[in-house]
């Protein structure tokens, strides 16, 4: 699953520490999202959208098959 | 439910779950005493624990052995454990780390992989042990049983429980 939120943040001036700090991860789980690495969980991507004040497909894009 | 408090996927009370691991590295300190205890008391000699043959040696040594690490272990546990619950910082940095849920997932699986590793050598080592000792080929294959119903066991509480 692809998602914006390096873009996001980076349009915002936002350090991956501080999204990290604000959603309750570590800087290295935030590192794998933006690498697609890994899928966050519903809690997590529910707690980033808010963050941006966005909904979650906005910022996590489902791919189909 | 304590199947929930257990196994879900709940946020961990890091205070809480260190002055538990502090409670258990005492719980390591006692039984590392006990078992350097137990080599001093049976120094006599008993029918379980002849401490007057080769073996015997070997079983004192490798219980002072096991106690010393133990107690070591339990140590280290209270002291680190402390040093969080002392340091706000750094209990809040663990916080983070302990609840993050990509760590817990690493963790779990882990310990998952560890297990398929673990049956696979168990069966390489039952294939290898039916041509050495018929002791250990016996004792390989309880192990295997053992593991298989803990296995079983999990799979039956995970799926009430989630």
Redesign the interface.
Request: aromatic letters at 4%; hydrophobic letters at 30%.
């Given at each position: 699953m692809k998602n914006r939120i390096q873009e996001l943040r980076k349009e915002l001036k936002i350090r991956q520490e501080d999204l990290?700090?604000a959603v309750?991860?570590?800087r290295?789980?935030i590192i794998?999202l933006e690498n697609g690495k890994?899928n966050?969980?519903l809690?997590?991507a529910y707690k980033i959208a808010r963050y941006f004040g966005k909904q979650i497909e906005d910022i996590f894009l489902f791919e189909e098959g | 439910m304590w199947l929930n408090q257990l196994f879900g996927n709940n946020s961990i009370d890091i205070a809480k779950r260190c002055r538990t691991r502090m409670k258990v590295g005492a719980g390591f300190m006692v039984l590392g005493a006990a078992a350097i205890g137990m080599v001093f008391l049976l120094k006599g000699g008993t029918p379980a624990l002849d401490l007057n043959t080769d073996v015997g040696e070997f079983i004192s040594e490798y219980y002072t052995g096991l106690g010393v690490a133990l107690m070591a272990a339990g140590a280290a546990l209270i002291i680190k454990n402390r040093r969080y619950l002392k340091n706000p910082q750094l209990l809040k940095k663990r916080e983070?780390?302990e609840?993050?849920?990509?760590?817990r997932l690493i963790g779990l699986r882990c310990w998952a992989y560890t297990g398929y590793a673990m049956f696979l050598v168990l069966y390489i080592g039952i294939l290898i042990s039916g041509f050495i000792s018929i002791t250990v080929l016996v004792v390989l294959q309880a192990v295997i049983a053992i593991y298989a119903l803990i296995l079983l066991a999990f799979r039956i509480l995970l799926n009430r429980c989630m």
């Open positions: 990290a700090d309750g991860v570590t290295q789980t794998s890994y966050a969980s809690q997590l | 983070v780390a609840n993050d849920e990509r760590n």
